[in-house]
């Protein structure tokens, strides 16, 4: 579609330069996405904007996969960057570094968007100038959601909206959202400019949340923008193990960047860390995160009720393992009882089956000793004459018969 068509459908502006539409710069992370890339990048190719006014980055976080061969033999016009570490968030980083758009795009490399994704969030971002951050409608490729934007739950947790539901059109009306997933979003470079960079400490997931809430702090508002669809695999290179883990890492993070007074009371809401001495690799991190963001006066201040924290959660952890050891022995106990019996009902089956076969031992001696009776008896002079006098007596009615 031309750029003066596009203009004028969708009403487009360039506030940033004196041109018709605003360059998109569209940064995907890659790692191991063999299986998904190449469709990812043949969705963009059928996107409804201008080629020449799109900029499509790769960030490797060290594939050892075959994805960077096809993006270099199959699209030769997407740049490639290799990042040094496995860092989702610093990977964005770099690609932002890199990039020359008016707007700035992040998308999951296990995506396939429709031909108006980027069209329909871009008419939503200039609508406002304090809009910064709008985000898609994203979809299971069933077509069921898989995220409508995310809303805080109690406890610090961030959930997607409509989450596995079945897309009946219940979500389907723009909003100011407290969070998007970062699955497929667009920025206005200004407010990345103004909120700063992806927190590398995060490493992965729950970035989208920081991100938002910084928006947030500094006056940008954040939209879901649901005629903007796009197709997620959903953990295509990523597992729930690992989901999980940093989810819960992460979660403390944020709680020590944006909320450090509810820390201590918000530390051990989730069983997560009681399966598992993860904690300790965490709270060093946690901490850092308090001091260097708030300085040590914040860290002082709330030390006493973190400490208190912490040592109700090993008092926890000591019950939690109690209990467990306490139903591990009475599990343990129940097995044995169970095999006593097991062995007990065994025992008295072995008996039995000892008596059928001395049982079976004496009918066979007795069988033998029948058969060597029967055997003289067919040997002796005695049956042989009884049975020589019923032949003889035999023939002779046959013969009588055979006259009559």
């Not at 992370?29 to 469709?39: A, D, L, S, T």
């Not at 199959?74 to 770099?94: G, R």
């Not at 065994?346 to 059928?356: A, D, P, V």
């Amino acid at each position: 579609m031309k750029k003066e068509s596009l203009s004028k459908r969708y009403g487009l502006k360039a506030p940033y330069q004196t041109k018709d539409l605003p360059t998109v710069s569209i940064i995907i992370v890659n790692f191991n996405g063999e299986r998904f890339i190449e469709n990812c990048l043949k969705s963009l190719n059928n996107l409804n904007y201008p080629k020449e006014d799109l900029e499509i980055i790769i960030v490797d976080n060290g594939s050892k996969d075959n994805s960077l061969n096809i993006i270099k033999d199959k699209f030769p016009d997407v740049s490639v960057i290799v990042n040094d570490v496995n860092n989702y968030c610093k990977a964005n980083n770099l690609g932002i570094k890199n990039s020359k758009g008016d707007l700035i795009a992040f998308l999951n490399n296990d995506t396939e968007v429709d031909p108006e994704w980027i069209i329909e969030l871009i008419k939503a971002v200039q609508k406002d100038s304090k809009i910064g951050l709008v985000g898609s409608k994203i979809l299971f490729p069933d077509g069921r959601i898989n995220s409508a934007g995310q809303k805080e739950h109690p406890l610090f947790y961030f959930k997607d909206e409509g989450f596995k539901e079945d897309d009946k059109k219940q979500y389907d009306k723009i909003k100011e959202a407290e969070s998007l997933c970062g699955c497929s979003v667009l920025y206005k470079r200004k407010c990345i400019e103004d909120i700063g960079l992806f927190d590398e400490d995060l490493i992965m997931y729950c970035e989208d949340v920081d991100m938002a809430i910084r928006c947030k702090n500094k006056g940008w508002k954040v939209y879901y923008i649901p005629t903007s669809k796009v197709k997620h695999e959903y953990n295509g290179t990523s597992n729930l193990e690992l989901q999980e883990k940093y989810v819960e890492r992460n979660r403390l993070i944020l709680l020590a960047k944006h909320h450090p007074d509810k820390l201590p009371s918000l530390m051990f809401s989730y069983n997560y860390f009681q399966k598992n001495d993860e904690i300790f690799q965490v709270i060093p991190e946690v901490i850092k995160k308090v001091i260097t963001t708030h300085g040590l006066e914040k860290f002082n201040a709330i030390s006493k009720d973190f400490f208190e924290a912490m040592k109700h959660y090993f008092y926890f952890k000591k019950d939690y393992l109690v209990k467990n050891f306490e139903i591990e022995r009475r599990m343990f106990k129940e097995s044995k009882e169970r095999l006593r019996c097991a062995n007990k009902k065994l025992e008295k089956e072995s008996k039995k089956f000892i008596k059928e076969n001395k049982r079976l031992l004496e009918l066979t001696e007795r069988l033998k000793n029948n058969k060597e009776e029967l055997n003289r008896l067919y040997n002796s002079k005695g049956y042989k004459l009884v049975l020589s006098n019923i032949w003889a007596v035999s023939n002779k009615f046959k013969k009588r018969k055979n006259v009559d």
